[in-house]
């Protein structure tokens, strides 16, 4: 077993065997171009420069324009923060008795027990509040009309069916990562900004920006609620019967393929 990724917490919190089985990262042609609108977005993000295959490069540009972000870049990302970081946590092997002590470093460690990630944005307000943002280039899962394939009927008609979480264990693990870095206890604000490749009404449009504000206590929980993830992580590896939850979130499961339990999705 190695390092788990931040970006896999979210799933692991919902379905604690699904780090158990093989994983399947083959990339469908679509899934390639996703990842090239996600490296030339966080490109433009962190430089103005718009850099890649020249085709992609003049979508890009037309959506810059159609989004009306072309002259937005410094008001959604201001000067003086910094761009793209990583961070690992410690979540693993403390044997009964220890004092719990947080480790946290700047770089990415592969082993066993780790957490690492890499964050998009970090910037202090001007009221000495740490912020950490970020972005996120998924599509987009417009509710489609009632009585359609997927309509959920608890939102509207063209709300994302699987929103961008400012909440999720991700983000906060990062919170928690930074603000210990910093030796910073004061309340960190999250945010995840969503500009989505697909569909190409949500790409020409502004992206959109959903917010969470974490205090130090609750940070301090996350650590805790981590390392009784980790233990149960560790004891899937082990026991036959490990713990399939499906659902919803099978859609976004790279072991889908190899799990026997993974819920039908349109
Ligand atoms: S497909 Fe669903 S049930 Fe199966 S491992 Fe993934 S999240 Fe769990």
Redesign the pocket.
Known sequence: MSELRASSLP?LM??T??LT?PYDYTKSENAEKGATWGTLLHTWVQTGLVRGPKQLCNLFEKALDLSGMRGRRLEFWPEGGSHEGEVSVFVGGMGPGEAPEIEVTRRAIKQEGWVTGHYDYQHWFLDGELWIDDLKTGKYYPNPLPGSQGWNPDLDVGENRFPQDPKSAQLKTYALAISELEEYKGDVWISVTHWPRLPLIYRHAPPTRLWHRWSHADLMGHWTDLKVMYATHEANQTESSMI????D??RF?P??NA?L???EFE
């Not at 399939?244 to 659902?247: K, T």
């Open positions: 799933l919902k379905c065997g699904s089985l399939l939850d499906p659902g979130h099978c499961c072991a889908r799990c339990v993974a819920k």
